[in-house]
């Protein structure tokens, strides 16, 4: 489940698998080795109205790899081309189509009793995938914010994330909403697809991990929008399952009269139907998009930065996968401490910490935003394997 890269300098490089369809049911090594002392532990250090996003944890409630991993994933971990196929439409509605499909292989599948690391401040994460390139950089640390900003120069293709979760603690239920923005940019046809997240949901008894809530994608140019639900009711009005979504298509302007039905589940298929003429198609089919995802390999060791997310935490990520408990945490406190240390001195010199790749901001109305400071992203030193 590892790949290990180093240099006679002791430069090493530790990167897992993404997480796929496979991992929910079949890989025993991300899940938690104990799942009740998990859940006290939780009681123990929280209470309800809680902030948990600094929640620390052990490392035996870890999986090997930061959440800048996870969310790079999103993007340069996706099977059957779905972002490419965005630009291939050649209407806008068809094009609106692609775009919904491909941000439906967003949702992953999540494994109750083990999380990602937080990102420590100034963490980065960049990787390629054929001519897209991706980085991904830790701009906040109290409150977390990440940015993202992917570049396909080929496709005339781009991505900016900004997004920081806010999570509260009531009774037996964890819920985060995911806020800041997403925007996928498709240069050619001049057209922004603005999109939000479901919430993440951990419910502690019965214990049980998933995705909820509403979310919206729209085109600002077009006036296309597509509004979801997962876990809700079908049209037909019984309860949906946690996997389920619904949702529908319509104009801006005319949001009563929709002109797609949408219905699936978002880790196997989901259809779209058209009002007008009855039809109905496969919009997503999930085992193509995100199963047999391929592990980054390194390209260039000498390339990659200190403040690589899988150099950072390599020698976390590798106790862990020994299962080597004492020694993870031991590894993780000395990552926290300097963290800690770093702050202070910032502090007492009364500076400020500036992230290196995105210009950031904060407003009461609009909350945390990013942009890049490159116009384009360069190949990264680490790159994911095409297809055959």
């Known amino acids: 489940m590892e790949e290990i890269w180093s240099t006679k300098e002791e430069t090493k490089v530790i990167l897992t698998k993404p997480l796929s369809l496979e991992f929910a049911d079949s890989h025993d090594e991300y899940k938690a080795p104990n799942l009740l002392q998990l859940v006290l532990s939780l009681f123990k250090n929280i209470r309800r109205g809680s902030d948990l996003i600094q929640l620390q944890l052990p490392p035996t409630f870890n999986m090997p790899k930061s959440q800048l991993q996870c969310y ?19 209407s806008p509605i068809e094009r609106f189509k692609a775009v919904l499909a491909w941000n439906f292989s967003t949702l992953r599948p999540l494994i109750f009793g083990v999380v990602p690391y937080n990102p420590i401040l100034g963490e980065t994460h960049h990787v390629s995938k054929g001519t897209l390139n991706v980085l991904v950089e830790q701009v906040s640390h109290h409150p977390s914010v990440t940015a993202l900003y992917a570049t396909d120069e080929k496709e005339n293709i781009q991505l900016l994330w900004c997004q920081y979760p806010v999570a509260k603690f009531s009774g037996t239920l964890i819920e985060a909403e995911t806020r800041g923005k997403r925007e996928l940019k498709l240069m050619n046809h001049k057209e922004t697809y603005v999109m ?10 019965p214990p049980g991990v998933g995705w909820g809530g509403t979310y919206q994608v729209r085109c600002l140019e ?30 801006s302007s005319s949001k009563n009269e929709p002109l797609f039905d949408i219905n699936g589940h978002w880790d196997r298929s989901v259809t779209l139907k058209d009002l007008k003429s009855g039809e109905v198609n496969i919009l997503y089919n999930a085992k193509k998009a995100i199963s047999g995802l391929k592990t980054p390999i390194v390209k260039d060791l000498k390339g990659v930065w200190q403040s690589e997310s899988g150099v950072v935490w390599r020698e976390v990520s590798q106790c862990i996968m020994e299962k080597n408990w004492a020694k993870a945490g031991e590894a993780k406190k000395d990552i926290e401490e300097n963290q800690r240390m770093l702050m202070k001195e910032r502090k007492s010199k009364s500076e400020t910490w500036v992230p290196k790749y995105f210009s950031v901001s904060y407003s009461k109305e609009n909350g945390w935003d990013c942009s890049p400071l490159q116009k384009t992203i360069p190949p990264a030193p680490i790159v994911v394997p095409l297809n055959n």
């Not at 099977?79 to 490419?84: A, F, K, P, Q, R």
């Not at 597509?226 to 949906?240: C, D, K, P, Q, Y």
């Open 222 to 251: 077009t006036g296309l929008e597509a509004e979801l639900t997962i876990g809700g009711r079908s049209f037909v009005g019984l309860r949906g399952t946690p996997k389920s979504i619904i949702g529908k298509i319509f104009h």
């Open 72 to 90: 790079g994933e999103l993007v340069y971990c996706v099977g059957d081309d779905l972002l490419n196929k965005c630009n291939i439409g050649e």
């Open 196 to 205: 939000n997240s479901p919430n993440f949901l951990l419910k502690l008894f």
